[in-house]
């Protein structure tokens, strides 16, 4: 993992296409601005994790079944 540090008003680019700045510091929180191609999802980790989980549970189910219980309803 890479380190920085920033000041507010301060941009991190990586890559040639996406620019991460730094729009406000307070106490232990920061405010960071993303900006990147429509095609580059961005995510809070938390979000993405129950994303990956959600579609590994999809992934596994029987489709059948699945199918069957979404008519009963």
């Known amino acids: 993992m890479l380190a920085l540090s920033r000041k507010k008003g301060e941009t991190l680019v990586i890559g040639s296409h996406i620019e991460i700045t730094i729009l406000d510091i ?4 920061v405010k ?3 900006a990147a191609p429509k095609e580059v ?9 129950q994303i990956q989980a959600e579609n590994q549970e999809a992934a ?9 219980e979404l008519l009963k309803n």
């Open 26 to 29: 307070k106490g232990d929180q």
């Open 32 to 34: 960071i601005g993303i």
């Open 41 to 49: 999802p961005v995510y809070r980790k938390e979000i993405y994790l």
């Open 60 to 68: 596994a189910a029987d489709g059948m079944e699945a199918l069957k």
